[in-house]
């Protein structure tokens, strides 16, 4: 049986620069994006091409923290796609974080609201889309 190395994260400042970007770029005034750390993490068994980690109340308090989140790209699948991809990924990560920034994630699935998760993803890559184009 092999045995799995174990994942090793490193900071990912190339990825915080995108974010800020992007933010910045959609007006995504909500996001405080000193609050924002990104890590690139190789060796992981996940299928996900990035994942958005949140500081919740509990360790809020623990640590006395202000809300904050992490958005870790997984080399090995993230690296691979194109640039306007990867955006979309990034952009996927930013939809969860709710617009109180809590440190609380909003799920895929979304019973109460006007729209759900995908529609949220959906709008923020229009508006990505619109703002790229020459």
């Known amino acids: 049986m092999k045995r799995s190395s174990r994942v090793d994260w490193q900071k990912a ?4 620069i995108r974010i800020i970007q992007i933010v910045n770029s959609l007006k995504i005034d909500w996001v405080d994006t000193s609050r924002i750390y990104c890590f690139r993490s190789n060796n992981s068994q996940s299928r996900a091409y990035a994942r958005i980690w949140g500081l919740s109340k509990i360790w809020q308090l623990a640590l006395s923290e202000k809300p904050g ?3 870790e790209v997984l080399s090995e699948r993230f690296d691979k796609l194109g640039r306007l991809e990867q955006d979309k ?5 930013l939809a969860h974080i ?3 920034f809590s440190g609380s994630l909003l799920p ?7 729209r759900n998760f995908d529609d949220r993803v959906r ?3 229009g508006l990505y889309r619109r703002r790229i184009k020459p």
Do not use: A, C, F, S
């Open 13 to 16: 400042p190339d990825i915080k």
């Open 123 to 125: 709008l923020l890559v």
């Open 98 to 100: 709710p617009r109180n």
């Open 108 to 114: 895929h699935v979304r019973k109460r609201g006007k």
């Open 89 to 93: 990924v990034l952009l996927h990560e």
């Open 69 to 71: 989140y992490i958005i």
